[in-house]
């Protein structure tokens, strides 16, 4: 069959009305990438009653969300990076290799089904391993408007440009790629600045504003009826590298027995089961500290609490400045930089204040800390232009590459007809 004939084929079976958005999260361990995907699948759907949004994702606990109609997800077998750079499979005993083949025909085949007319890929230029290559191509060809969006920090310059070097992301910004997204303000930090753009690339790149959160319409979290007293939140996300941040504030609240609030200890899924066990014996001890190892509407959460302690991920830190909350980040050094540089940037602008990890983790200095968070400015003290616009402008987006695709469909089925009737 010619060209011609499947592109008509296409544009007689294809539902202008209809729209599908397809978006790629890598990551199997951790909640940031899939939290981030979900928020956007949620605006898009909300303000656009005509689109589906499917999410592709290697997240082992993607079935514990919920998801509004028309969000949907596929889940891709996990694998993860340890801590020597290799990869494993998460929970399949076979070799990584064959897991990674497997992702890679899953999104494809994925993709192929379902048609999507933007395709966003979350931070990843090539995917995992370079997993979403061929899918960027073939969706290419089939002129689907394809979307890489990234956080507002990556990593240290010296250490993200010879990674995206090695990883030869420049063709793909360059040739495959029609729009870059950051969901951040560049007043506060450009994850790019120290890459060699050319001037195309560079004519791609949007800086939205962050995501804003908003507490979800569901039910309370069940231990918020525990909370009669106003409470510090203690978030360290997935958990899986949290151990430090706990026991350092936890720490802080076993030596002094005059801290100004309360605290929630939310230890994470991704927690060593050891681990949280051994936290969940000391919390029980304190009058004024209480935990919970999960819970899938941390906006209630942080909606509900004075002031938050957290590592300063890139959704806590949305949630912070969203729900206007005094905020204390100590963000991880390791493997990335992103959380520290995000965190220090912040703090310059009188968004939040910061510990840095001093490997010493004094009680006393985290009880100091503690009550001097409840004395801070709030977010919305600090005037940033566009700071929260990221939903809205995304939105906008969106709805201008859906024009777009139309007048390029437009243009396709004229010349079709003209064809025809020669």
């Avoid at 990556?154 to 029609?178: F, Q, T």
Wanted: glycine residues 6%; contains cysteine.
């Amino acid at each position: 069959m010619s060209k011609v004939k499947r592109d008509r084929g296409a544009l007689m079976s294809t539902n202008t009305e209809a729209r599908r958005i397809l978006i790629y999260s890598h990551d199997s361990f951790g909640l940031g990438h899939l939290r981030r995907c979900r928020t956007l699948a949620h605006a898009l759907v909300e303000q656009n009653q005509n689109l589906s949004v499917l999410i592709l994702s290697g997240s082992p606990i993607i079935g514990s969300f919920d998801f509004r109609a028309r969000v949907d997800f596929v889940r891709i077998p996990g694998i993860i990076k340890l801590r020597n750079g290799e990869y494993t499979s998460l929970s399949l005993h076979i070799d990584t290799e064959q897991t990674l083949a497997m992702r890679a025909s899953i999104i494809q085949h994925t993709a192929e089904t379902f048609d999507p007319d933007i395709f966003i890929v979350d931070k990843e230029p090539f995917g995992l391993r370079g997993e979403v290559e061929d899918t960027l191509k073939m969706l290419k060809e089939r002129g689907t408007r394809l979307v890489l969006g990234l956080r507002d920090v990556l990593d240290d310059p010296s250490l993200l440009v010879p990674e995206w070097e090695r990883k030869n992301v420049l063709p793909a910004l360059n040739n495959l790629y029609d729009d870059i997204w950051v969901f951040g303000v560049e007043q506060l930090y450009n994850p790019l600045k120290e890459l060699n753009l050319p001037a195309g690339v560079k004519r791609k790149i949007t800086y939205t504003g962050y995501l804003p959160r908003t507490v979800q319409q569901s039910a309370e979290p069940a231990i918020l009826e525990e909370m009669d007293k106003p409470y510090l939140l203690v978030t360290v996300g997935g958990g899986g590298d949290g151990d430090l941040l706990t026991d350092w504030v936890l720490r802080a609240y076993e030596a002094d027995k005059n801290m100004p609030l309360n605290a929630l200890f939310v230890l994470g899924p991704f927690m060593p089961p050891e681990v949280r066990a051994n936290f969940r014996e000391r919390i029980s001890k304190l009058e004024n500290a209480t935990a919970v190892t999960f819970n899938n509407n941390m906006e209630s959460l942080m909606s509900n609490a004075e002031a938050v302690v957290a590592m300063g991920g890139y959704n806590t830190f949305c949630e912070v400045i969203s729900m206007d909350k005094r905020a204390l980040i100590i963000p991880r050094t390791v493997p990335r930089l992103e959380q520290y540089i995000r965190a220090t940037r912040a703090a310059e602008l009188g968004l939040i204040s910061v510990l840095v990890d001093d490997e010493v983790r004094d009680a006393d200095t985290m009880a100091t800390a503690l009550k001097q968070l409840c004395q801070q400015k709030k977010p919305s003290e600090v005037v940033i232009p566009g700071l929260l616009d990221g939903l809205i402008n995304v939105n906008r987006l969106a709805r201008l590459r859906f024009e777009e695709r139309d007048r390029a469909r437009e243009e396709i089925q004229l010349k079709l007809g003209k064809q025809s009737r020669m």
